[in-house]
């Protein structure tokens, strides 16, 4: 009776093997198991053999090999001559591991390690070989999913970390290098807390007590420090980590970058105080309005004539301003000129009250927007505190272009006593600045002088047409 031997020769205290009862365990086994002779013909397969090759082979007569194709891992052909088997025969050695693929009939394909030994008589003689076919598919697919899987975290512009229940990283994807500025090799076996701002380490406490009694926690909107020391505002959800054994061994963390959501939140908020800014000037200016045409006006037609022209004028001047939200309105051309003399004209009937010397300079764009908006808080405020809210004080608006640099003075006279600056800052004020230094990429300059205020704004030509 023939032994089956994994490498070496047989000695006499080697037991012999029952065919029967082991074909009957081959079976069992659920593993693909076949025997060939010393010339190669097959003399013995299990169902499962059958099914890996997805056809049965006639016994004694089919050679192995030869009713499929056999292909290297790379898809390239696989000699039969060089395939474990042939080796195992040829050599009388066994040969483990090695992957290889068979494709069948139908042109699919399976994957398999081969663990090829040779079966010798009791005088040592090779009698034949034994193969042990390990079906790879399922690990294939698992493998598969796995590189999907880790394709599809390094690919995420979300920061997704892995750290022990210790709080020690383990993994750390490329989203986390972008935004939090570590790369993996400086992250990972450090404290997650290198993130954490020191006001914030109670939470870390919190998140691992949870994670610890399984639960996930979901959205929770904080703040992490990047490693140049900035801090970014995060959406975080972190879910628990758990071994085959369903023990939780550590927890995943997916942090979103909402630092746009939080300045959006912001410019909101801003253009609602801009809002109501705007709303309480225009009952202001209307009050002006009346006012300044009430001192001209020797009938009430006259005054409403005065009243619907200067209101129609600062109609145009708040076209210009809601250029932000008409793409049409943005790209507008005008002139410097044409731009300061439309938004002093609500307060300039007589049109000597406001003087303008300059060259002709072009304005478009967003430029207009911005100028606009400076232009019309210094006319709002000289209406309502300075030289245009006293009937003698007057304007001289002047600007001039050195070194592609705009300089523009807007000076006031004549009217009421100049008290300084307030210690508060308007938010009109604020807005103008903001506008200029921003936006225009400018400077802004007050000078409370005994005669009235003159504002320097000195902007980059080229900005005028941003």
């Known amino acids: 009776m023939d032994v089956l031997e994994s490498g070496g020769l047989p000695t006499e205290a080697m037991p012999r093997v029952d065919w029967g009862r082991a074909a009957e365990a081959l079976e069992a086994i659920g593993v693909a198991v076949y025997v060939s002779d010393i010339d190669g013909r097959i003399t013995y397969f299990n169902k499962a053999a059958v099914g890996l090759w997805g056809q049965r082979p006639a016994l004694g007569e089919s050679m192995f090999g030869h009713s499929w194709k056999l292909l290297w891992p790379d898809g390239s052909p696989l000699p039969v001559d060089e395939s474990p088997m042939a080796i195992a025969l040829q050599e009388g050695r066994a040969i483990r591991g090695g992957e290889a ?55 995420s512009d979300d920061a997704i970390v892995a750290k022990d229940l210790n709080g020690v990283i383990t993994d750390w994807n490329r989203g986390a290098e972008q935004i939090f500025g570590y790369t993996a090799e400086e992250a990972v076996g450090r404290p997650i807390t ?169 304005v478009s764009g967003h430029a207009v927007t911005g100028l606009a908006l400076a232009l019309h808080e210094f006319a709002t405020n000289a209406a309502k505190y300075g030289a245009l809210s006293h009937e003698s004080g007057a304007i001289d608006v002047s600007w001039s272009v050195e070194d592609d640099e705009l300089i523009l003075v807007w000076a006031e006279r004549g009217g009421p006593e100049v008290t300084g600056p307030s210690e508060v800052k308007g938010f009109g004020t604020f807005m103008a600045d903001m506008t200029v230094s921003g936006q225009l990429a400018g400077a802004i300059a007050r000078d409370w002088r005994a005669e009235g205020l003159v504002i320097t704004v000195k902007i980059p030509v080229q900005r005028l047409s941003a």
């Open 101 to 155: 693929t068979v494709e069948r009939a139908d042109g699919s394909q399976v994957p398999f390690l081969p663990f090829a030994m040779p079966v010798f008589d009791r005088t040592g003689a090779p009698t034949g070989a034994v193969n042990v076919l390990i079906d790879l598919s399922d690990r294939r697919q698992v493998d598969l999913a796995a590189h999907r899987l880790a394709a599809i975290v390094e690919s």
């Open 194 to 362: 290198i993130i954490i701002p020191s006001d914030r380490r109670l939470e870390e406490v919190e998140i691992l007590t949870r994670i610890r009694n399984g639960e996930r926690v979901e959205h929770f909107e904080t703040i992490r420090r990047r490693k140049d020391g900035l801090e970014v505002p995060i959406s975080l959800t972190v879910s628990p980590i758990r071994d085959h054994a369903r023990r939780i061994i550590g927890a995943s963390k997916i942090a979103r970058d909402i630092s746009e959501r939080y300045k959006a939140q912001e410019r909101q908020m801003l253009l609602l105080r801009e809002m109501s800014h705007r709303v309480k000037n225009l009952f202001a200016l209307s009050s002006a309005v009346v006012t300044l045409s009430a001192r001209q006006a020797r009938t009430p037609e006259e005054l409403a004539t005065a009243v619907r022209s200067r209101l129609g004028a600062l109609a145009r001047a708040h076209d210009l301003i809601l250029a932000e939200v008409n793409p049409k309105l943005a790209s507008t051309k005008t002139t410097l000129a044409a731009l300061i003399g439309t938004i002093v004209a609500p307060y300039d009937a007589t049109q000597i009250r406001v003087t303008l010397d300059g060259p002709d300079v072009p």
